[in-house]
């Protein structure tokens, strides 16, 4: 059963532009919303979280939006560089479970 | 602060086989969790160990098991492997367990089951 629907699956945006994942979430039990930023060869790392009674947070140029009622939650890169060229996951979590989104690859051309 | 380490980083193994992976936490986490990574199924949640006991179980069949010793060291077994057990197996550390305690990676060890 697949909890968390994320999407695109892959995405191309040029430098500068802004890079835009969604995830929808179907377990309301979830109360913890992290990001994570893979590339090749290496594990996922944490990009930034949001919890449900906050309905944005901004790091940088990396911003959670998070929308309780439709249960879903995006991630917004401005300003897109080729660095941020990279595996996405957006992730779900209670104290007893995590659940990841499929993934997106994005890519920032230069 | 060292990351997370895991070893092996590669694993070849035959169908029917057994193996051990091994996961060293960050210094300080008391959490060890473990998760599959394949093309097919993305990352999916194995196990969490807290305290050298298994806290939180995911959806895996039984030949999926692991431990964790007093120095929160972790080990995961998987016996009589499948072809579909090759993965990317990750673990990593937190401080207190799963939800909002931040999850910290390693590299982790990737198996090919032939």
């Known amino acids: 059963q697949q909890q968390v629907k994320q999407s695109p699956q892959s995405l191309i945006v040029q430098k500068g532009g802004i890079s835009i994942i969604n995830c929808a979430y179907e377990n309301t039990a979830f109360d913890y919303f992290p990001w994570y930023q893979q590339f090749p060869g290496k594990g996922p790392a944490l990009l930034i979280a949001i919890r449900p009674d906050v309905s944005e947070k901004k790091e940088g140029r990396f911003t959670i939006s998070f929308n309780k009622s439709a249960k879903q939650f995006s991630l917004h890169i401005m300003d897109s560089q080729p660095g941020d060229s990279a595996t996405y996951f957006c992730?779900?979590?209670?104290?007893?479970?995590?659940?990841f989104g499929a993934g997106t690859r994005l890519t920032v051309k230069p | 602060k060292a990351g997370v380490t895991q070893t092996p980083r590669y694993l070849i193994k035959t169908r029917g086989q057994q193996v051990t992976l091994s996961c060293s936490p960050i210094?300080?986490?008391?959490?060890v969790s473990w998760y599959q990574q394949t093309p097919g199924q993305g990352l999916q949640f194995l196990f969490e160990y807290f305290s050298e006991t298994q806290r939180n179980k995911g959806n895996f069949p039984g030949r999926f098991s692991g431990r964790q010793f007093s120095n929160s060291r972790s080990e995961m077994n998987v016996s009589t492997l499948e072809l579909g057990d090759s993965a990317l197996y990750l673990c990593a550390s937190s401080l207190a367990g799963l939800g909002s305690y931040e999850q910290f990676f390693g590299p982790g060890t990737r198996l090919t089951v032939l």
């Open positions: 992730a779900a979590s209670t104290y007893n479970d995590m659940r």
């Open positions: 210094s300080g986490h008391r959490s």
